[in-house]
């Protein structure tokens, strides 16, 4: 079943190409993106209600691990 989102795909291409962006220019490596992208993820959600924050890291980490595509090769 896929998931609905209520962002339309111009919102979430715009803000994902701008993110893409900011990384090729600073010319980061993997490691250093994911952890800057950990820390921005780590912000977000301390940014939420303490009583949400453990519901929202459980969601993400599932829909991450479901995301990673397992036994590929990343080219």
């Known amino acids: 079943m896929p ?10 291409d715009a803000l994902m190409n701008d993110l893409i962006t900011a990384l090729e220019k600073h010319k980061a490596p993997v490691d250093l993106s994911l952890m800057v992208l950990g820390n921005l993820t780590t912000n977000i959600i301390n940014g939420m ?4 924050r453990q519901a929202i890291t459980e969601k993400y980490i ?14």
Do not use: C, M, W
């Open 3 to 12: 998931i609905v989102s209520k962002y339309n795909n111009e919102q979430f």
């Open 49 to 52: 209600a303490p009583a949400q």
């Open 62 to 75: 599932q829909a991450l691990t479901a995301s990673v595509d397992h036994g590929r090769d990343a080219h």
